[in-house]
């Protein structure tokens, strides 16, 4: 079936390194392409987003990339620290759920001091 | 502040038994959606309503029952069919229904068998 692959599941990187969490999808039709960040016991929260018709969007360290041709789409986190230290998800509209938001299974990402 | 509120916040359930969570919304948002999150993987949808009296199955409704009689209201209902209930529920909304905008979560409810 259709589905959003998100890797790396863990991602340590010292504090002021880039960061680069990589989701693909199944779907040639998506055309929306969130990531959320998920503290410990909260809910997500959006953080950038991205839509088939834009290669790239920026805002302040975050920046988000789509390859539609390859469909992929990154993350970018750039000066990391140690507050974007959570859980990352990117998601997808897909065919499947009446192309409702399909989500990857997340990146835990540590920012080491 | 406008949001998402869900209650409570840890819930426990005891074998047989059907367990209600709560989701309000004050952001005048047409649609909204419940999440089932398991350690290590993603949300997988469970229910979503576009409008008030309406709903859709997501790709886990089994187990799972819903309402949408008022539009900041959408209760998820856990069953007693639901083998394994254990997980982290979240609730979401979005202003339209288009599924293709951003979603707004609540903090969740942590269901636990007893």
């Known amino acids: 079936g259709e589905n959003v692959e998100q890797h790396p599941s863990t991602l340590s990187v010292q504090e002021g390194d880039s960061a680069v969490i990589k989701c693909t999808y199944s779907d040639s039709a998506s055309n929306y392409f969130p990531w959320y960040k998920q503290e410990l016991g909260k809910g997500p929260q959006l953080i950038i987003d991205i839509r088939s018709n834009v290669g790239e969007k920026k805002d302040q360290r975050i920046a988000v990339t789509l390859n539609k041709t390859a469909k992929h789409f990154s993350l970018h986190i750039t000066e990391t620290q140690p507050e974007d230290s959570a859980v990352y998800f990117c998601a997808a509209t897909l065919s499947g759920s009446a192309r409702q938001l399909t989500f990857g299974s997340g990146t835990q990402l540590t920012v080491l001091p | 502040d406008g949001g998402i509120t869900q209650s409570p916040k840890y819930l426990f359930r005891k074998e047989g038994q059907n367990v209600t969570l709560s989701c309000e919304q004050n952001?005048?948002?047409?649609?909204m959606y419940w999440y089932r999150q398991d350690p290590g993987q993603g949300l997988r949808l469970i229910y979503y309503s576009q409008i008030v009296n309406d709903f859709q199955k997501g790709d886990i409704a089994e187990g799972y029952s819903v309402s949408r009689e008022k539009k900041e209201s959408f209760p998820l209902t856990v069953t007693s069919a639901q083998k394994n209930p254990t997980a982290f529920y979240l609730c979401?909304?979005?202003?339209?229904?288009?599924?293709?905008?951003?979603?707004?979560f609540g903090d969740g409810t942590r269901l636990s068998i007893l």
């Open positions: 979401a909304s979005t202003m339209t229904r288009a599924a293709n905008q951003p979603q707004h």
């Open positions: 952001l005048n948002h047409d649609a």
